[in-house]
């Protein structure tokens, strides 16, 4: 299960009463495992931090994540700490330098909230990690960290051409165009060296890692390569397995009504094109970590998951048999209609 604290605030409940009383719910739902949304990339942390020119949210300064936690564990359940990309507002604004760029030198900025700082400066690199051992270092009791949707470009040669990644590219490669081949490879590059670099961090304090990404589909329904989505995010999911600190858990994100929505196709993208997603996307991780399938009661143009279209989708992702069924987000479960029914049926079967 996703959580976002996020959706609960205006409801008159303290951080230890909304953790209270969303455990009970999750381990009635036979929930084992909860996504807690650590840092909110405007609006700061859910937990208690002095990290230098990190901020906290009201949660935060309650202790949001350390009452998840306490409760969690007594029911059961793990508690990963979710980190989405290396966006910050707070430094992005302090710290001009460390943005990713555009070719013509601009701040890349694909959304109004984007704050995409270049993974490959050395000064970003450092605060990072000192930012994710903040977080380990003051909750021990956590299970792991997930780094979400990590990449560079949202889809295309638009970044990054900062000073850091123009002046090491073309001293490793000399006299190679960029954009080009050796330009894209070398982008994704340092994203790999970057999720590594934190996996390595979560080991050696015996937590788990998990990368969560974006399974893209074309418009055929097949799933694209690895080196496709590479080229054109900087996300490369072959080089992220095969890094010598690969996550224990790689998180697919396989969203049919996304991708019937963007290709305006409700016939090749249903319910049912979860699970040869899900044995897909298995066959690209080939084993090397445990593969969750992730899936969204999210409105994309097709609107959101019923309770019979929720069930539907998740017994397709059963089928293709993967390590678990993870679901967005608490907050949008609790208002589908028989959600926890739903799930129960199709996890466990119409038997019990």
């Excluded at 009383?21 to 949304?37: D, H, I, K």
């Excluded at 040669?157 to 090491?168: A, F, I, R, S, V």
């Excluded at 080991?203 to 998990?210: F, G, L, N, R």
């Amino acid at each position: 299960m996703r959580f976002d604290a996020g959706y609960y605030y205006g409801r008159g409940l303290s951080a230890g009463q909304l953790a209270e009383r969303l455990t009970e719910s999750w381990a009635e739902q036979g929930v084992n495992l909860v996504y807690f949304y650590a840092y909110n990339k405007v609006y700061g942390a859910r937990y208690h931090t002095t990290y230098p020119g990190s901020i906290m949210e009201d949660y935060g300064r309650q202790d949001l994540l350390g009452q998840v936690i306490r409760q969690a564990h007594h029911r059961s359940i793990k508690v990963i700490a979710w980190l989405n990309g290396v966006e910050h507002k707070q430094m992005w604004e302090a710290h001009p330098d460390w943005r990713q760029k555009t070719k013509d030198g601009a701040d890349y900025k694909p959304g109004g909230d984007s704050y995409l700082l270049c993974v490959r400066n050395p000064e970003v690199m450092q605060w990072w990690l000192g930012l994710v051992d903040d977080l380990l270092t003051r909750y021990p009791d956590l299970d792991g960290i997930d780094m979400a949707e990590f990449q560079i470009d949202r889809w295309g040669d638009h970044t990054c051409y900062c000073e850091h990644c123009t002046d090491q590219f073309h001293e490793t490669h000399p006299g190679q165009p960029a954009p080009g081949k050796k330009w894209r490879e070398f982008r994704a590059d340092g994203l790999t060296r970057l999720l590594a670099a934190t996996g390595r961090l979560a080991h050696s304090y015996e937590m788990e890692s998990h990368v969560t990404t974006v399974f893209t589909a074309g418009r055929d329904g097949n799933l694209m390569s690895s080196g496709q989505v590479r080229d054109a995010t900087g996300f490369d999911l072959e080089g992220v397995l095969t890094a010598p600190s690969r996550p224990d858990v790689i998180q697919a994100e396989l969203i049919w009504q996304q991708w019937a929505a963007l290709y305006e196709d409700q016939n090749t993208f249903t319910a049912d094109w979860t699970g040869g997603a899900v044995s897909d996307a298995k066959r690209m991780v080939e084993g090397r970590a445990r593969l969750i399938a992730h899936i969204e009661v999210t409105d994309f143009g097709c609107g959101s998951l019923d309770g019979p279209s929720l069930g539907r989708t998740i017994a397709a992702a059963v089928q293709g048999r993967p390590y678990g069924i993870d679901i967005y987000d608490s907050y949008q479960l609790e208002r589908t209609k028989d959600a926890p029914g739903r799930l129960r049926v199709a996890w466990l079967g119409p038997g019990i």
